[in-house]
């Protein structure tokens, strides 16, 4: 036997001789699209506490403002316990030895987790040191992400000798945002000898990380009508929204209930808030939208007309049916309702009191105009509706026809391109401006038919076994991530599948307030997540079983208030004492 082969036992027989401490796995969520991975350990020294060294420009040149705002807040991320860099140094040089002094002799030796690292390169020498990551991008450009904004990058760390450095490259500030997240869930704290180092051997070096999300659109919607959501909730949402890399909040402004958000050339449309307490200031929703930008985030606003807009019956009620008791769909019948509507939608794009311009509200493209149960019973029965449809020789069908291409229009003069509920598409089809995106929310609209017409589409099919509608409390993380959203597509149609987005995490409000939203949408969103952003055949469920219940441990160490995995109903709490890690165990 050699000196290797029989320190190998020696080990082995530490590991299963004494007690040890459950060891979890890596928490990277989600997957990388590609990865290799060389398995060996390598110790990380974090800068000092009130520094953000660790990550840096490539050359000379200073990092852009969302970088060093992006350096700053993963340094945190990245190395949540504070321990002197010199600490970590001297550790690093001088591990094996200090734990061969160790005082018990019957104590074991080495953790767990150090033990099966040493195995899986077979040497008890110091390892590596990384002292840092270089960010390299080619376009520094801060303007607000859309659609087409690239996030791929590039993780490498190579082996070496005493110190180096690993490398992020990107093209974008935003694949370069998308680089930090993947690295900081790389790294993990050993409290045994109080440094950081890479989660070896899944993460080792050498290291190389090539990724890029399989779709463009990965989004969590809002529903801030049915309860009002304080804007510090939304803020904290957006930041629990990065770590699992998703890109789109899609904002449900607005609904039958209420209408929280202040417009300066339609004062009274906030008159339909629950309150005079409850309503976002302009001012509010730019702060919400350049937290989102500087995280790489698209923030994309709703207001469902014609239904679900009664609550704009409050501050206007001359865009209404006349009826108190039917005030929905709006009032076809006047150009009011339409003027409304033009002045929110050019306030949101920036444009204001006939063409004074002012920062837009939004920055996004996609605008959503809702468009989904319209009941337009109210018009048969009001009698200048009524009138107004047959002057026009218009059925009530053809009225809402009319309706949603007529708003469609108004946002595309605005510069804006228009989102609708897939009701537009199932009942007018290849009519619809071929600008429209149609977002998927019904069983039986036909994603196949709605790309083979050429529209592109968002998907979030409600109401099934496998819906991504987050409050269907009882529907499992499993479920949501084997929901595949070009399902029914055929599998040689790519340029078919092309069309499909994307998809939100929809969070319907009506048993939802800041109260539980954490733990009603997380973990579960992170399942859509991994969906969106990883390769199609990563669809194991049991490989992926034991990564979401660490990441959900990420979630709760980061301040976000996620629920176990295996609860029968979503957003209950643990089931018993025990460790977060360990949840599984006592299903």
């Known amino acids: 036997m050699n000196l290797a082969s029989g320190m190998k036992c020696c080990i082995l027989f530490l590991l299963f001789s004494t007690s040890s401490v459950f060891v979890p796995v890596s928490a990277l969520w989600p997957m990388p699209s590609e990865y290799s991975s060389g398995g060996a350990s390598l110790t990380i020294v974090p800068p000092p506490s009130d520094s953000s060294s660790f990550f840096r420009m490539s050359g000379t040149r200073d990092a852009c403002q969302t970088l060093q705002d992006a350096f700053d807040r993963y340094t945190m991320l990245t190395f949540p316990h504070k321990v002197s860099s010199l600490n970590t140094q001297s550790q690093s040089q001088t591990q094996s030895q ?332 290849g009519q619809l401006h071929p600008s429209t995106v149609v977002h998927v929310w019904k069983q039986d609209t036909n994603v196949t038919e709605v790309v083979e017409y050429g529209f592109d589409a968002l998907i979030n099919v409600g109401y099934s076994n496998h819906s991504w509608y987050l409050d269907n409390l009882h529907v499992p993380w499993d479920q949501l991530y084997t929901n595949e959203p070009c399902e029914g597509i055929p599998e040689h149609r790519h340029d078919l599948c092309a069309r499909v987005l994307g998809g939100h995490g929809e969070m319907w409000g009506e048993r939802v307030d800041a109260s539980d939203l954490d733990s009603t949408v997380w973990p579960r969103l992170a399942a859509i997540a991994e969906r969106l952003w990883s390769p199609q055949q990563l669809r194991n469920v049991t490989a992926a079983l034991p990564r979401i219940e660490t990441f959900r441990c990420l979630l709760l160490e980061r301040g976000v208030a996620a629920a176990p995995v295996h609860n029968p109903m979503s957003r209950e709490g643990p089931p018993g004492v025990g460790s977060c890690y360990e949840q599984r165990r006592i299903r």
């Open 98 to 429: 200090t734990k061969s002094q160790t005082k018990s002799q019957t104590a074991p030796l080495w953790t767990a987790n150090r033990l099966r690292r040493l195995l899986s390169f077979g040497s008890l020498s110091s390892p590596t040191t990384l002292r840092g990551i270089m960010v390299q991008v080619e376009d520094e450009s801060e303007a607000h992400p859309q659609l087409n904004t690239d996030e791929s990058y590039t993780l490498t760390i190579d082996v070496g000798q005493g110190d180096i450095m690993g490398h992020i490259m990107a093209n974008t500030v935003y694949g370069a945002l998308r680089g930090l997240e993947t690295f900081s869930q790389l790294v993990v704290f050993d409290f045994e000898s109080a440094t950081y180092q890479l989660d070896a051997p899944e993460w080792g070096v050498p290291l190389m990380i090539q990724d890029v999300p399989r779709f463009p659109h990965r989004g969590l919607m809002v529903d801030t009508a049915r309860h009002f959501l304080p804007i510090r909730t939304l803020l904290h949402t957006i930041d629990a929204m990065s770590y699992a890399k998703l890109n789109v909040l899609h904002l449900h402004l607005s609904d039958t209930e209420s209408f929280p958000l202040q417009f300066r050339s339609r004062p009274k449309l906030w008159d339909g808030s629950y309150s005079s307490r409850e309503r976002y200031l302009k001012q509010d929703m730019r702060w919400l939208v350049e937290h989102a930008r500087s995280r790489g985030i698209r923030v994309v606003p709703e207001f469902d007309v014609p239904g679900h807009a009664a609550s704009w019956c409050v501050g206007y009620p001359e865009v209404c049916p006349s009826d108190p008791t039917c005030q929905q769909p709006l009032n076809i019948a006047t150009n009011k309702t339409f003027e409304l509507i033009n002045d929110i939608v050019a306030e949101c794009a920036g444009v204001i009191d006939g063409g004074d311009d002012e920062p837009a509200l939004f920055e996004d493209v996609f605008f959503h105009l809702g468009g989904d149960e319209v009941d337009t019973s109210c018009w048969e029965n009001d009698s200048e509706i009524s009138a107004w449809l047959k002057n026009h020789n218009m059925s009530s069908d053809e009225g809402y026809e009319y309706f949603v291409k007529r708003v469609a229009s108004i946002a595309r003069k605005h510069g804006r391109r228009p989102v609708q509920w897939s009701e537009v598409f199932d009942h007018f089809k």
